[in-house]
């Protein structure tokens, strides 16, 4: 069926360090892909999405390009801070419900 | 404006109690999803809910849970006999349309502590 294979963590960068988190999905036909975050105690929140092949989706810094040849959605940003220690997943649609990656927890350092 | 709204925050039941989480969707929002969260898991889909219908159970355990979105009021995951296995966060998550392009909005979660 329909998956994500999210790189495992944990991620610990110093601040301003460029940062990539890998994705790769198995799916049936072309569905739109979408990267979440959720900070501690909190649920997740939608930081950014794509609905087609090379589509760039882009969010508070955060990108990630819907690549069909290597069936890729790599979440990449230039500088991260240490506001952006979180556990993020890439997720997509499946049938009647969102597949979630195993999330990958990032934490910046100062 | 309010989001996907889920309470409690944290609940505390003994073995063999039950425990009732409540989602009020976000306004506008008629489909409805229940996601678990084990510690150091990812999020694992429980059951897919439309007003008064259950479209996709597929991954409630068979016993002891239950979900619900009346026509009027919030959604109900509902754990009777509850065990120390299902401590988990328990989200909720709510779509304008159901799924494919429509993201989901999630709650911050219900907390579950079996003692």
């Known amino acids: 069926g329909d998956s994500v294979t999210q790189m495992e963590g944990p991620v610990t960068l110093s601040e301003e360090a460029f940062l990539t988190i890998n994705c790769t999905y198995t799916a049936t036909g072309y569905p739109s892909l979408f990267w979440y975050v959720q900070y501690p105690g909190e649920g997740l929140q939608l930081l950014l999405k794509?609905?087609?092949?090379?589509d760039k989706g882009s969010n508070k810094g955060f990108e990630a390009t819907y690549r069909k040849e290597t069936t890729s959605f790599h979440l990449e940003k230039g500088s991260v801070q240490v506001s952006d220690s979180a556990v993020y997943f890439c997720?997509?649609?499946?049938?009647?419900?969102?597949?979630f990656g195993t999330g990958t927890s990032l934490t910046v350092i100062p | 404006n309010a989001g996907v709204m889920q309470n409690p925050r944290h609940l505390v039941r003994r073995r063999g109690q039950e425990a009732r989480l409540r989602c009020s969707p976000m306004?506008?929002?008629?489909?409805v999803y229940w996601y678990r969260q084990l510690p150091e898991e990812g999020l694992k889909f429980m059951v897919y809910l439309q007003k008064e219908n259950i479209i996709d159970e597929s991954g409630m355990p068979k016993e002891r849970f239950s979900a619900e979105f009346p026509k009027e009021g919030p959604s109900i995951l509902r754990i009777q006999q509850v065990v120390r296995g299902d401590s988990a966060a328990y989200f909720c998550?709510?779509?304008?349309?159901?799924?494919?392009?429509?993201?989901?909005?999630f709650g911050n979660g219900t907390r579950l502590t079996v003692t």
């Open positions: 997720a997509l649609p499946t049938g009647n419900q969102f597949y």
């Open positions: 306004k506008g929002h008629s489909h």
């Open positions: 794509a609905t087609k092949a090379d």
């Open positions: 998550a709510s779509s304008l349309q159901g799924s494919y392009n429509s993201p989901l909005h």
